[in-house]
């Protein structure tokens, strides 16, 4: 698969790899983190999110790893599909408002 | 409704007009949220309203933004003589109450503003 090791603001993955998106955040005593996704003309889709008090979370094709340590989240997509080319941000849930990271654009290539 | 709504879906406007632009969120959600992205950036907040009233308005870029929510309900953001750079999508999100956790915090498809 491709990853971003640190945050970069555009991913290039072939069609049936898997990807791996990378953000970090900047608030030790966020709760809750979330991933959403944009595509073109639309508002960001929630995808997961994870609580501060795990490491690991699985969802259906995505698993999104939190390593407190260093203030860093990730978000894996297995078999990437066409239909996964979009924008995708990190967000960090404060007291009552959601941060949101920079974007990560990924495009797939048949 | 099913999902937040916000109209007009694009607006384009002259330099110095006023605009209004509308947020309807999902039946029930307590908290509503206005964001702005400007083109290929992420998500700037403006403001929060936790039923009609609005704890955080921290966001707004300067005194001709101001925004309003009734019955807890519809919430509106208004730009007074606006300027090229307040182009940008203004996104509106609802969540079923604030505080610490996710409480589905839902997206509208954002207002496209271009000021001419």
């Known amino acids: 698969g491709e990853s971003v090791g640190l945050h970069l603001p555009t991913l290039s993955v072939q069609e049936g790899d898997n990807s791996i998106i990378n953000c970090a955040y900047s608030?030790?005593?966020?709760?809750?983190f979330i991933w959403y996704k944009q595509e073109s003309g639309k508002g960001p889709q929630f995808i997961i999110d994870?609580?501060?008090?795990?490491d690991k979370r699985q969802g259906q094709r995505v698993t999104v790893l939190l390593n407190k340590t260093v203030k860093h989240l990730s978000l894996q997509i297995a078999a990437t599909q066409p239909g996964d080319s979009a924008v995708y941000f990190c967000?960090?849930?404060?007291?009552?408002?959601?941060?949101f990271g920079a974007g990560t654009t990924v495009t797939v290539r048949a | 409704g099913a999902g937040v709504s916000q109209s007009p879906s694009n607006k384009v406007t002259e330099k110095g007009k006023d605009v209004e632009l509308r947020c309807d969120p999902i039946?029930?959600?307590?908290?509503l949220y206005w964001y702005r992205q400007s083109l290929g950036q992420g998500l700037e907040f403006l403001i929060y309203?936790?039923?009609?009233?609005?704890?955080?308005k921290s966001g707004l870029p300067s005194d001709r933004f101001s925004a309003e929510r009734t019955g807890g309900s519809v919430s509106t953001l208004t730009i007074q003589r606006t300027q090229q750079e307040d182009s940008a999508v203004y996104l509106c999100?609802?969540?079923?109450?604030?505080?610490?956790?996710?409480?589905?915090?839902?997206f509208g498809s954002g207002t496209r503003l271009t000021v001419v």
């Open positions: 999100a609802s969540s079923l109450q604030s505080g610490t956790g996710y409480y589905g915090y839902t």
């Open positions: 608030n030790s005593a966020s709760d809750y």
């Open positions: 994870i609580r501060s008090n795990m």
């Open positions: 967000a960090e849930m404060g007291d009552y408002k959601l941060s």
């Open positions: 039946s029930g959600h307590t908290a």
């Open positions: 309203f936790q039923g009609n009233s609005a704890p955080d």
